[in-house]
């Protein structure tokens, strides 16, 4: 705005240097002309800082969590990168059959894990839906511009029924699952959404290019068995129709409703998670997904995730 006001019009007729070729504005302006120019700066810079100000104030900043799940260029290479993993995991489960599949049997634990005997059962791979298959950007973006507002399930049922185009899919899940389903295995979602919403739900998927999801058969959702939103008697009803050699997901809850124990303290939960048979199963059958924005890994105090001993500088008598 500045370069087309009188003044630096002025400025730059009068600006000369000894051989009479212009020099541009700011060759050598009087004192007076120099005064006159910064009172100008100074009002555009107050006002465009405030206009900036008034700008931020409406436009809520995006949680970091989600500028990294959403957003970043690190959170889809490691998307794909987990589905290259599942993909050929499968891959080869399919060429060589297993004995076993990777759902836990009933009466297992964590610490003594068996499986569900695959028998002669058609091969199937079992995944969450919510950031694991399909990314929530309408949903999250309501949240990123409500900061502060508290969980609503009767916000997300209507998600659910509304928002069936206001998602994608998960970076490398499509092209994972068309490989997956050309080898002759089945893709079913196992997920939290409600089987009363199940034609919206299954909008969702199929329009991200992510099905075919069928309720009943390829979709199994919350109302669909026992249990309300543990997905172990679920999982148990696809295991008498399928062997499952895969499942992916974003929560531990997406493998085993075991991890979901009342009273499973934040350091038990994560060495059970990190150790013993467990363990051996990351990228081995179970694959999991990051999600920093919600869920069940989100908790955990001071002394839960901060060992006393790996502290710097080291404790003196207190935190």
């Not at 060589?96 to 894990?113: K, Y």
């Not at 105090?301 to 006393?308: H, N, R, Y």
Request: aromatic share 8%; glycine share 10%.
């Amino acid at each position: 705005m500045a370069a087309s006001s009188p003044l630096l019009r002025s400025s730059r007729a009068k600006s000369r240097d000894p051989a009479g070729r212009s020099r541009g504005p700011w060759f050598s302006p009087s004192l007076e002309i120099v005064s006159r120019l910064r009172s100008t700066r100074t009002v555009w810079g107050l006002g465009f800082a405030l206009f900036a100000s008034a700008t931020a104030a409406q436009t809520p900043a995006v949680p970091p969590t989600m500028q990294w799940l959403y957003g970043s260029g690190e959170a889809g290479a490691t998307s794909i990168q987990a589905y290259h993993a599942f993909r050929d995991y499968v891959l080869a489960a399919a060429r060589h059959r297993p004995r076993d599949s990777v759902v836990l049997a009933e009466g297992s634990t964590l610490a003594a894990p068996r499986f569900v005997r695959c028998g002669r059962r058609p091969l199937a791979v079992v995944l969450d839906v919510d950031e694991t298959a399909l990314q929530n950007l309408g949903y999250e973006y309501d949240d990123a511009t409500h900061p502060g507002r508290p969980y609503d399930q009767e916000r997300w049922n209507a998600w659910e029924r509304s928002g069936a185009n206001q998602v994608l899919p998960i970076p490398g899940a499509v092209t994972a699952l068309g490989a997956i389903r050309r080898a002759g295995v089945t893709v079913i979602f196992n997920s939290n959404r409600l089987a009363a919403n199940a034609a919206t739900n299954e909008a969702a998927l199929n329009g991200a290019g992510l099905g075919p999801a069928r309720h009943g058969s390829t979709l199994w959702l919350q109302g669909d068995a026992p249990g309300g939103s543990a997905k172990d008697p679920r999982r148990a009803a696809i295991s008498r129709r399928f062997c499952v050699v895969a499942m992916a997901g974003d929560q531990l809850g997406d493998f085993t409703d075991l991890f979901n124990a009342r009273g499973l303290s934040v350091p038990e939960r994560r060495r059970l998670a990190t150790s013993g048979a467990v363990a051996d199963l990351w990228g081995n059958g179970w694959f999991v997904l990051s999600n920093p924005v919600y869920g069940t890994g989100l908790r955990g105090t001071i002394d839960d995730i901060f060992p006393a001993d790996r502290r710097w500088p080291a404790d003196q008598g207190g935190h």
